[in-house]
């Protein structure tokens, strides 16, 4: 599987900004991570195929939305960004019992 990011940027606070990612092969649930400088690597939102139920990390919970299409682009739109939010995000999906990672792309809010 591989994973080809997309959008990131730098915004003011209260700001939008919407990354892709774009999967080959037969990903399982994909979802974005995120590390913020000095911290460790945290889970934001993952949707899972199928029903595409969705789960969020309680800091992004009403401003960040995730979804997936049926070419297994997934896609987070993030609303009403605040300068916490500043980290390397991380496309990343499971499939035959890996973690594959995107390369990141950096999100930066002032």
């Known amino acids: 599987v591989q994973l080809v990011e997309s959008g990131g940027g730098s915004v003011q606070a209260g700001g939008s900004l919407r990354l892709s990612c774009q999967a080959s092969?037969?990903?399982?649930?994909m979802g974005w991570f995120r590390q913020r400088p000095g911290a460790e690597r945290e889970g934001v939102a993952a949707?899972?195929?199928?029903?595409?139920?969705t789960y969020y990390a309680d800091s992004v919970k009403g401003r960040f939305t995730i979804s997936r299409d049926a070419k297994n682009t997934i896609s987070l739109q993030m609303n009403s960004l605040k300068s916490d939010d500043t980290a390397l995000y991380y496309c990343?999906?499971?499939?035959?019992?890996?973690?594959?990672w995107g390369q990141g792309t950096q999100v930066t809010v002032s």
């Open positions: 949707v899972f195929p199928g029903a595409g139920v």
């Open positions: 092969g037969k990903p399982g649930c």
């Open positions: 990343a999906t499971n499939a035959a019992n890996f973690v594959f």
